[in-house]
């Protein structure tokens, strides 16, 4: 299934992305899990972005979602690289 929109293709996002896995990586995850999770986690939030702006998102908009994604999401699915 992909996830990410092409509302993610625009400038920053990726640092977005970045900053996620290193901050898995900071928090012990294995690189593999941390380069996994933030890729769904940063995908997700640019859902939820394309959800309410169609036409595109900027990166600041990708953070701010950052919070619900985890929150909402992770705690409530339990994926598999949580433990």
């Keep these: 299934m992909?996830?990410?929109p092409p509302q993610l293709a625009?400038?920053?996002t990726g640092?977005?992305?970045?900053g996620v896995i290193g901050a898995l990586l900071a928090?012990?995850?294995?690189p593999f899990e941390a380069a996994y999770a933030g890729a769904w986690i940063?995908?997700?939030?640019?859902?939820?972005?394309a959800l309410t702006d169609p036409q595109g998102l900027m990166a600041g908009?990708?953070?701010?979602?950052?919070?619900e994604?985890?929150?909402d999401r992770i705690y409530e699915r339990g994926p598999s690289w949580r433990s």
């Design 2 to 4: 992909v996830q990410g």
């Design 10 to 12: 625009s400038a920053g």
């Design 15 to 18: 640092d977005v992305l970045s």
């Design 27 to 30: 928090k012990g995850l294995d």
């Design 42 to 49: 940063h995908a997700e939030a640019g859902r939820l972005g």
């Design 61 to 67: 908009d990708i953070v701010e979602l950052l919070p």
């Design 69 to 71: 994604v985890v929150t």
